[in-house]
């Protein structure tokens, strides 16, 4: 998944920022908050599978947040407007969040602690998480009783049909596609040969592929087994889209909701107000809670402005929070060396990877010579230094995140651990061989505080190597939108994106595998490598996910020193600060960022 949007188990790319120094150097930020240790343990938390509950898990009402109480508005500041709110549009991380509010699906991660780092996967909408008895080749669920949408209608499994039908229609390009290639038994963007209108021209999916035989039953039939079928349910990209409401492209901008929360007004780049959704039976609910009565969400709020507000802990601000921005990197290291400021934060690992794409569409990228010479001078200590330094990010070595199974840490194949200020000399000795020194370099960045700061910073170091860099600002609310174009104007940008369950097999094919290059897909450097194609449709039949974790790390290298499509830029970790009236803040290893599910005001 994306980051500006994305998270570990949600699939998140994520939005690149950055911050503060506008050189490279050998170290980034500041020391004062880390701890190794429990960086550590974060990142091992996030590695372990999460189980699938049964029907007694799955029954709400949600187990109560210890001293929550009901009432109040709660302020959210957020850096970046909702570009989408259709849920099949949604594979970014701040859209994520917002849809823990207002969207339910058939599955979800529900938390069994109070501390964000336990998880069990339930029936949401559904009674169970999933029944299947032929190894996941059929999987079985049941809507429960008394689920409705905002408007009023009961939820059914035409619903459902309508939900999973519309995937197919070629006006969906931003979500995830693991359901609709599973049941159209094929990789990359071939699903929509299935149903190419979607449901919008009275076609529809035989029953060999989905049932809805009555009202309440869903089945899906896969040609493969699919043992993951409940984690991809779970994903927001798949919560459930009224049958009568549907409007097509129009729903993205006014959805009818089922969470506990409906949308009252929103204004793009301005403002969102969320109340509570009357139709939303807590005793169907597992995992969420509607303790706030409103939250009014203010967007272009850079993450030093919401900084200071919240530290400011005045007015409205008191009750204030953001559901992704984090403590800005010039006041990371004071927050968190104050412990009368520290209580109000909360902290973790998250599974993003930044990653600089190189752009294999543009001729000029075809060089492998150049490619490298790209992913040895490029800078990632700006990167770092950015976001607050080793508080924020660790430097990378690899596409798999240390939360991801399988990481390797030893892996550094452009040597940035050592020297992340990065190699400019080796870069313009392999532009000369390539007779291509002073070659012009487009690099797209995001038009945040951040993405000012660290571009320059790369830049200059690119131009060291002899590479004639031309930056090309984007808005922050389209990012993702706009480096997914297959005709973008871009050589390098930057993106991040996390694993959407404990596994590189939700990392590598959908950034990696050629046959998902298409407007909107997640193979931002359109790479089309015939032994990566091959390696997933290998890997992704080994069942054991020890001997396959082995084998994507493999395919990781291969990537890095055969192919050089990316330079990893970051291992992310978010720090993230509330008002002081702010109550049951808790930092979700699923969603990478604050729980706005358990939120409530003192």
């Known amino acids: 998944m994306s980051r500006g949007g994305r998270h570990a188990y949600g699939a998140l790319s994520v939005l690149a920022a950055g911050a503060l120094v506008l050189t490279g150097c050998s170290k980034g930020g500041s020391d004062s908050g880390t701890n190794d240790k429990k960086d550590q343990q974060d990142a091992r938390h996030q590695q372990a599978s999460i189980k699938f509950g049964n029907a007694a898990d799955s029954t709400g009402p949600a187990a109560p947040v210890p001293g929550a109480k009901s009432g109040g508005t709660m302020e959210v500041l957020q850096r970046d407007s909702y570009a989408h709110l259709d849920p099949a549009q949604i594979y970014v991380a701040d859209q994520q969040s917002l849809a823990q509010l207002i969207h339910r699906g058939l599955t979800g991660y529900k938390a069994t602690s109070d501390d964000g780092h336990q998880h069990e996967v339930v029936g949401d909408l559904a009674t169970d998480s999933g029944t299947t008895s032929d190894g996941g080749k059929t999987w079985k669920y049941t809507l429960k009783d008394g689920i409705r949408f905002a408007d009023g209608t009961p939820i059914t499994s035409a619903d459902v049909r309508q939900t999973v039908e519309r995937l197919f229609a070629p006006f969906i390009t931003q979500g995830p596609s693991y359901l609709q290639q599973w049941l159209a038994d094929t990789s990359g963007a071939g699903y929509r040969k299935l149903l190419p209108d979607g449901p919008y021209k009275g076609r529809h999916l035989p029953n060999s592929v989905l049932e809805t035989p009555d009202a309440k039953t869903i089945v899906f039939h896969f040609q493969k087994p699919h043992p993951d079928l409940p984690y991809t349910l779970a994903l927001a990209g798949y919560s459930v889209v009224s049958a009568k409401g549907d409007t097509k492209e129009k729903y993205d901008k006014n959805p009818v909701t089922t969470g506990p929360y409906k949308i009252q007004s929103f204004k793009s780049g301005k403002s969102m107000v969320l109340v509570r959704n009357p139709g939303w039976d807590p005793k169907t609910d597992p995992i969420r809670h509607q303790y706030v009565d409103r939250f009014s969400i203010t967007f272009n709020q850079q993450f030093e402005t919401s900084t200071k507000a919240l530290l400011a802990d005045s007015g409205p601000d008191q009750a204030g929070v953001s559901f992704n921005n984090q403590i800005d990197a010039g006041n990371l290291s004071r927050v968190l060396s104050d412990p ?201 039949q080994i069942t054991d996910p020890v001997k396959a974790a082995a084998e994507w790390e493999k395919l990781d290298k291969y990537l890095l020193t055969k192919v050089v499509n990316e330079v990893p830029t970051g291992y992310y970790k978010q720090a993230q600060i509330a008002g002081s009236k702010v109550g049951g803040l808790v930092y979700d290893d699923v969603l990478s960022d604050i729980d706005p599910r358990r939120l409530y005001i003192k």
Do not use: C
């Not at 190189?358 to 800078?379: F, G, Q, T």
């Not at 002073?438 to 190597?465: D, R, V, W």
């Open 340 to 540: 009368r400021l520290k209580a109000r934060t909360v902290s973790g690992y998250q599974g993003y990877v930044g990653q600089m794409n190189i752009n294999l569409s543009k001729p000029e990228m075809k060089d492998i010579r150049v490619r490298r010479a790209i992913a040895y001078a490029l800078p990632v200590s700006p990167f770092a230094r950015a976001y607050g330094g080793s508080d924020a990010m660790e430097i990378p070595g690899g596409l798999l995140s240390p939360t991801v199974s399988g990481y390797d840490p030893s892996f550094d194949p452009f040597g940035k651990k050592k020297n992340p200020g990065g190699d400019p000399d080796k870069a313009r000795k392999l532009l000369q061989q390539a007779g291509k020194l002073n070659m012009k370099l487009t690099f797209g960045y995001i038009n945040s505080n951040e993405g000012q700061q660290y571009s320059t910073a790369m830049a200059a170091g690119l131009k060291k190597a002899g590479f004639d860099v031309q930056r090309q600002e984007i808005p922050s609310e389209t990012y993702y939108d706009q480096v997914s174009k297959l005709n973008n104007t871009y050589d390098i940008f930057n993106t991040a994106w996390s694993a959407d369950w404990p596994s590189a097999s939700t990392v590598l094919p959908p950034l990696y595998d050629g046959r998902q290059i298409a407007d909107g897909a997640s193979n931002y450097s359109q790479v089309n490598d015939p032994h990566v194609n091959g390696e997933i449709d290998r890997i992704s």
